[in-house]
C-alpha cells in the first residue's frame, strides 16, 4: 500500500495527517495560543509573545483527530525544554513497568539493544537496564545530559532515518524501540517509521504510547489538547499508520499514563497474530462512536460545562479575597488556564515541587508565575487548582501527607473540591 504523505510541512493543514483525504471537520477551538512549554523568564515578560491556532478536527474519512496547524518542532522542543519524566513518582513506575512488561512479552534477551525515541531523562531506560539490556536514548533536549550523568548512553538530537542508520552502524540493530507520550507529536512521521524499520532487527518490536482518543473524550480532556499533540490516536487510526511500513500491530492496551494513554505494540514484518485484547478495544471504540462525529457532539458540551464552572469559581473566590493558586504546572496546565482565561488575579502562582525546572518562570500566555510549593504549604490558602488532575488522587495524598489544609479544586472531568 503505497503511503500518503507523512512528513508534514509546518503551518496549516488542510488534509488528514493519516490518510491524506481533505476532509477535515472542527470540533473545537481553544483559541490561538503560545506553545505550552515555552515557559518565560522575567525579562522576556516585556517581549511580543508568539501564539499559534491551537483547534481540534477530525478526518470525515478515516476519523482522526488532529489539530491542524503545525508548529516547528525545534521551536516546541528547544534545548531548554522544562519537563523532566523522572520527577513524579507514579510516572517513573509506569514508564520503568513498560519496559519490564516488553522484555517479558516479546523475550527481548539480555544483551539485545532497547531504544527510546524522546527519552526524556532515562527513567524508561532505566528498566530495560534493570533488566540486563544494552540501552540508547534519543532526546532532543538538554534533558540528555541529565540521563547521560545518570549512567543512561544518550543521543542529543531529533530522531530520523539517517540517524537510525548511523546507530545501526555504531550499535547494532535493536530488539526493541520505544516512543512514549511523543509519537503523537512527530510531523516527519514517515521519516521516523522508515527510520524504526531499518534499527529494527527482524521481528523486533515498536511500542508507543500516546494519549488516548477514548480517554480524551470520554473525560472532557481539552487540556491535553497542546501543539506538542498533533494527534489524537484510536487504535483504528494506529492500525491504518502502520499498514503503510510494513509492520503488524499485534497488541493495545489501555493505561493510566497522563490520564489515559493507549500502548500499541507494532512487530516489524508483515503476517504476526494480533492478540484478543486488542480486538475488543477495537469493538470498544466501535461501539463509542469515535470514528464519527456522535462522540465529539457529546464531548464539547462537557468542555464548555467545566470551563464556564472553573471560571464562575475562581470569580467568586477572588471576590471574597481569596485567589487560588494552582498546583502543578504539567504542560497541559498552558491550555487550560489560557482557554479558560485564568490569570493572575484570579491565580497568583503555581506552586511546583523543588526540584521542578520550571521553578522561577512564569507560564506562557498568562503570565502566571511558578514557584515553590514552600509557599503553598506557609500560606494555606483557603482552595488551591489541582491543574494536575489526571495524578490527583496520589498527589493529594501527598499533599495532605506533607500539612497542607487547603481545599483542592480538581477541575477535571468535572469541577470538585476536595475538602479532606
Known sequence: ???????????????????????????????????????????????????????LMQ???CGLAQ??????????????YPYRSGITPSLARNLQETAATIVEAFGCRPGALAIDIGSNDGTL????????????????????RIARADGVDTIQAFFSEDLAWRIVETHGRAAAI???????HIPNLGDLLRGV???????GVFVTESHYLLDLIE?????????????????????????????????????????GSIRVSAVKGGGHARSAQLDALLDAEARAGIGGGDAFARFVPLVERAKLALQKLLVELRLAGTPAPGIGCPGRASTLLNYCNIDPLLMPYIAEQSSSLKLGLYLPGKHIPIVDEARLYAEQPSHAVMLSW???????????????????????????????
Open 1 to 55: 500500500m503505497t503511503a500518503p504523505r507523512h512528513d508534514l510541512p509546518i503551518g496549516h493543514l488542510d488534509a488528514c495527517q493519516i490518510c491524506g483525504a481533505r476532509e477535515l471537520r472542527p470540533v473545537l477551538d481553544l483559541g490561538h495560543q503560545p506553545p505550552c512549554d515555552s515557559l518565560l523568564t522575567q525579562a522576556q515578560l516585556a517581549a511580543p509573545e508568539t501564539v499559534y491556532p491551537l483547534r
Open 59 to 61: 478526518c470525515g474519512a
Open 67 to 80: 489539530i491542524d496547524h503545525v508548529v516547528a518542532p525545534e521551536t516546541l522542543f528547544h534545548p531548554d
Open 125 to 144: 531506560l532505566k528498566g530495560f537496564l534493570a533488566r540486563g539490556l544494552r540501552v540508547l536514548g534519543v532526546e532532543a533536549t538538554n534533558i540528555a
Open 178 to 184: 520505544t516512543s512514549t507520550n511523543m509519537f503523537a
Open 197 to 203: 524499520a531499518h534499527l529494527l532487527e527482524d521481528g
Open 219 to 259: 473525560t472532557a480532556q481539552y487540556d491535553s489538547i497542546y501543539h506538542e499533540h498533533l494527534k489524537y490516536y484510536a487504535l483504528g487510526s494506529l492500525l491504518r499508520l502502520f499498514s503503510y511500513y510494513d509492520f503488524s500491530v499485534v497488541d493495545a492496551e489501555r493505561i493510566p499514563n497522563y490520564g
Open 390 to 420: 489526571h495524578y490527583a488522587e496520589p498527589i493529594i495524598a501527598k499533599l495532605r501527607a506533607r500539612g497542607l489544609r487547603s481545599k483542592i479544586i480538581v477541575p477535571l472531568p468535572e469541577l470538585r473540591i476536595v475538602e479532606s
